[in-house]
């Protein structure tokens, strides 16, 4: 499994991880599609708004593997601003590439690009 070096661990000052530190030993956790509703809490959407940022500053439009990416927190965004670099895609792969579709991030998360 990839550690992605130099990731942010977690969001600052909560419990909302973004890696994890081994592989799972029961096997991998695959992805899922989560649907994120407009009532979620305000912490859960700065901990998927800091999540992306993390993503935008270190991969930006290349392709990436999963790695140690935290498979829940990755499931928020996993369909809809991370998608698939490859076809066909495993699920449940820690060496499986993803890559960010910036039109989306763009409309879903304004804020990371700046005003302009």
């Known amino acids: 499994m990839l550690k992605h070096r130099g990731f942010p661990g977690r969001l ?12 799972n030993p029961k096997g ?3 992805l899922t599609r989560r649907e994120r509703f407009p009532d979620r809490r305000p912490p859960d959407k700065r901990a998927d708004a800091a999540f992306m940022t993390a993503l935008w500053e270190q ?9 140690n990416l935290d498979a829940g927190r990755l499931s928020w965004l996993f369909g809809r601003e991370v998608i698939p670099a490859t076809d066909p895609f495993d699920l449940a792969d820690y060496e499986a590439l993803l890559v960010i579709d910036e039109a989306v991030v763009r409309a879903s998360f304004p804020d990371i ?3 302009g």
């Open 28 to 30: 991998v956790t695959p």
């Open 113 to 115: 690009f700046g005003a």
């Open 12 to 23: 600052s000052g909560t419990d909302f991880q973004f890696i994890i530190r081994r592989p």
């Open 59 to 67: 991969f930006g439009t290349e392709p990436f593997e999963r790695g």
